[in-house]
């Protein structure tokens, strides 16, 4: 039996200061990883519903396949695995800001980091999400693309998920980073919520491509109208599963967002 309580990982990033924890859940026995980033948490596996939801629904409605798929944001990894665990997808990119969270799942100290990391499907990449999409380092947050310069304006990053391939295109981008549209981990990822920043993602969707995204939120119908002012189709969906912290049911919400076939 593990103990009831270990912090597996401690480490200070440009964002603040991140740890990986495991407790034993008493009701379940079950063993919970949580993520906290200084004093927020940011992930627990006992929750996640959402992250699952947000790949079942932006790939739900595509085409047989095959299909190249973009995740903004790593975490515990519930979003990277039910894409993979969809027969369609013939390659996965990872992008997520912090190396150390990519380490955890590379060295197997998170459940589901060992198959991330051994399926030959799937790569992860240490990189600004947001500055990747947008096109420019100055335009995201604190860290480059893999083999950049730093972010300070001098050299931009190219636009583009795939550092290996610039411009590259993909069926479906996932984005779980932010707790949602208004509320951002990093001021710099503001942008790309507005109409600007997401002209410059769906650039990266083939015809008809998806953008889905998670939030914390319930739908926001401001953050809607300017998704269909770039999207031909938008819907936003709401996610209930149980929270058995704090009783009763709580919910997600994710947004689908179509890129026209034109």
Known sequence: MS?????????????G?????????????????????????LMSSLFTAGEVELTRLGL?????GPLDVAVGGLGL?????????????RSL????????????????????????ASDPRCRLVRGDFFAMAAGSAAAGGPVPADGAKADDGSEAVPHGLDP????????AILLDVDHSPRHVLHPGHAALYRPAGLTALAELLHPGGVFALWSNDPPDEEFGAVLAEVFTETA???????????????TNTVYVARRGEG
């Not at 739900?60 to 047989?64: G, M, R, S, V």
């Open 3 to 15: 103990a009831r309580f270990e912090e597996i990982d401690w480490r200070t990033t440009p964002m």
């Open 17 to 41: 200061e991140i740890s990986l924890r495991r407790r034993r859940d008493p009701a379940s026995g079950e063993d919970v990883y949580e993520v906290k980033l200084d004093d927020e948490y």
């Open 60 to 64: 739900a409605e595509l085409p047989d």
């Open 77 to 89: 990894g519930y979003t990277a695995r039910t894409a993979l665990d969809d027969p369609r997808v």
């Open 93 to 116: 990119i990872v992008v997520d800001a912090l190396a150390e969270v990519i380490d955890w799942h590379r060295r197997g100290l998170v459940p589901l980091g060992a198959g991330l």
């Open 164 to 171: 290996e391939t610039p411009g590259r295109r993909f069926h």
């Open 236 to 250: 936003a969906h709401v996610v209930d599963f149980a929270n058995p912290l704090q009783g009763g049911t709580a």
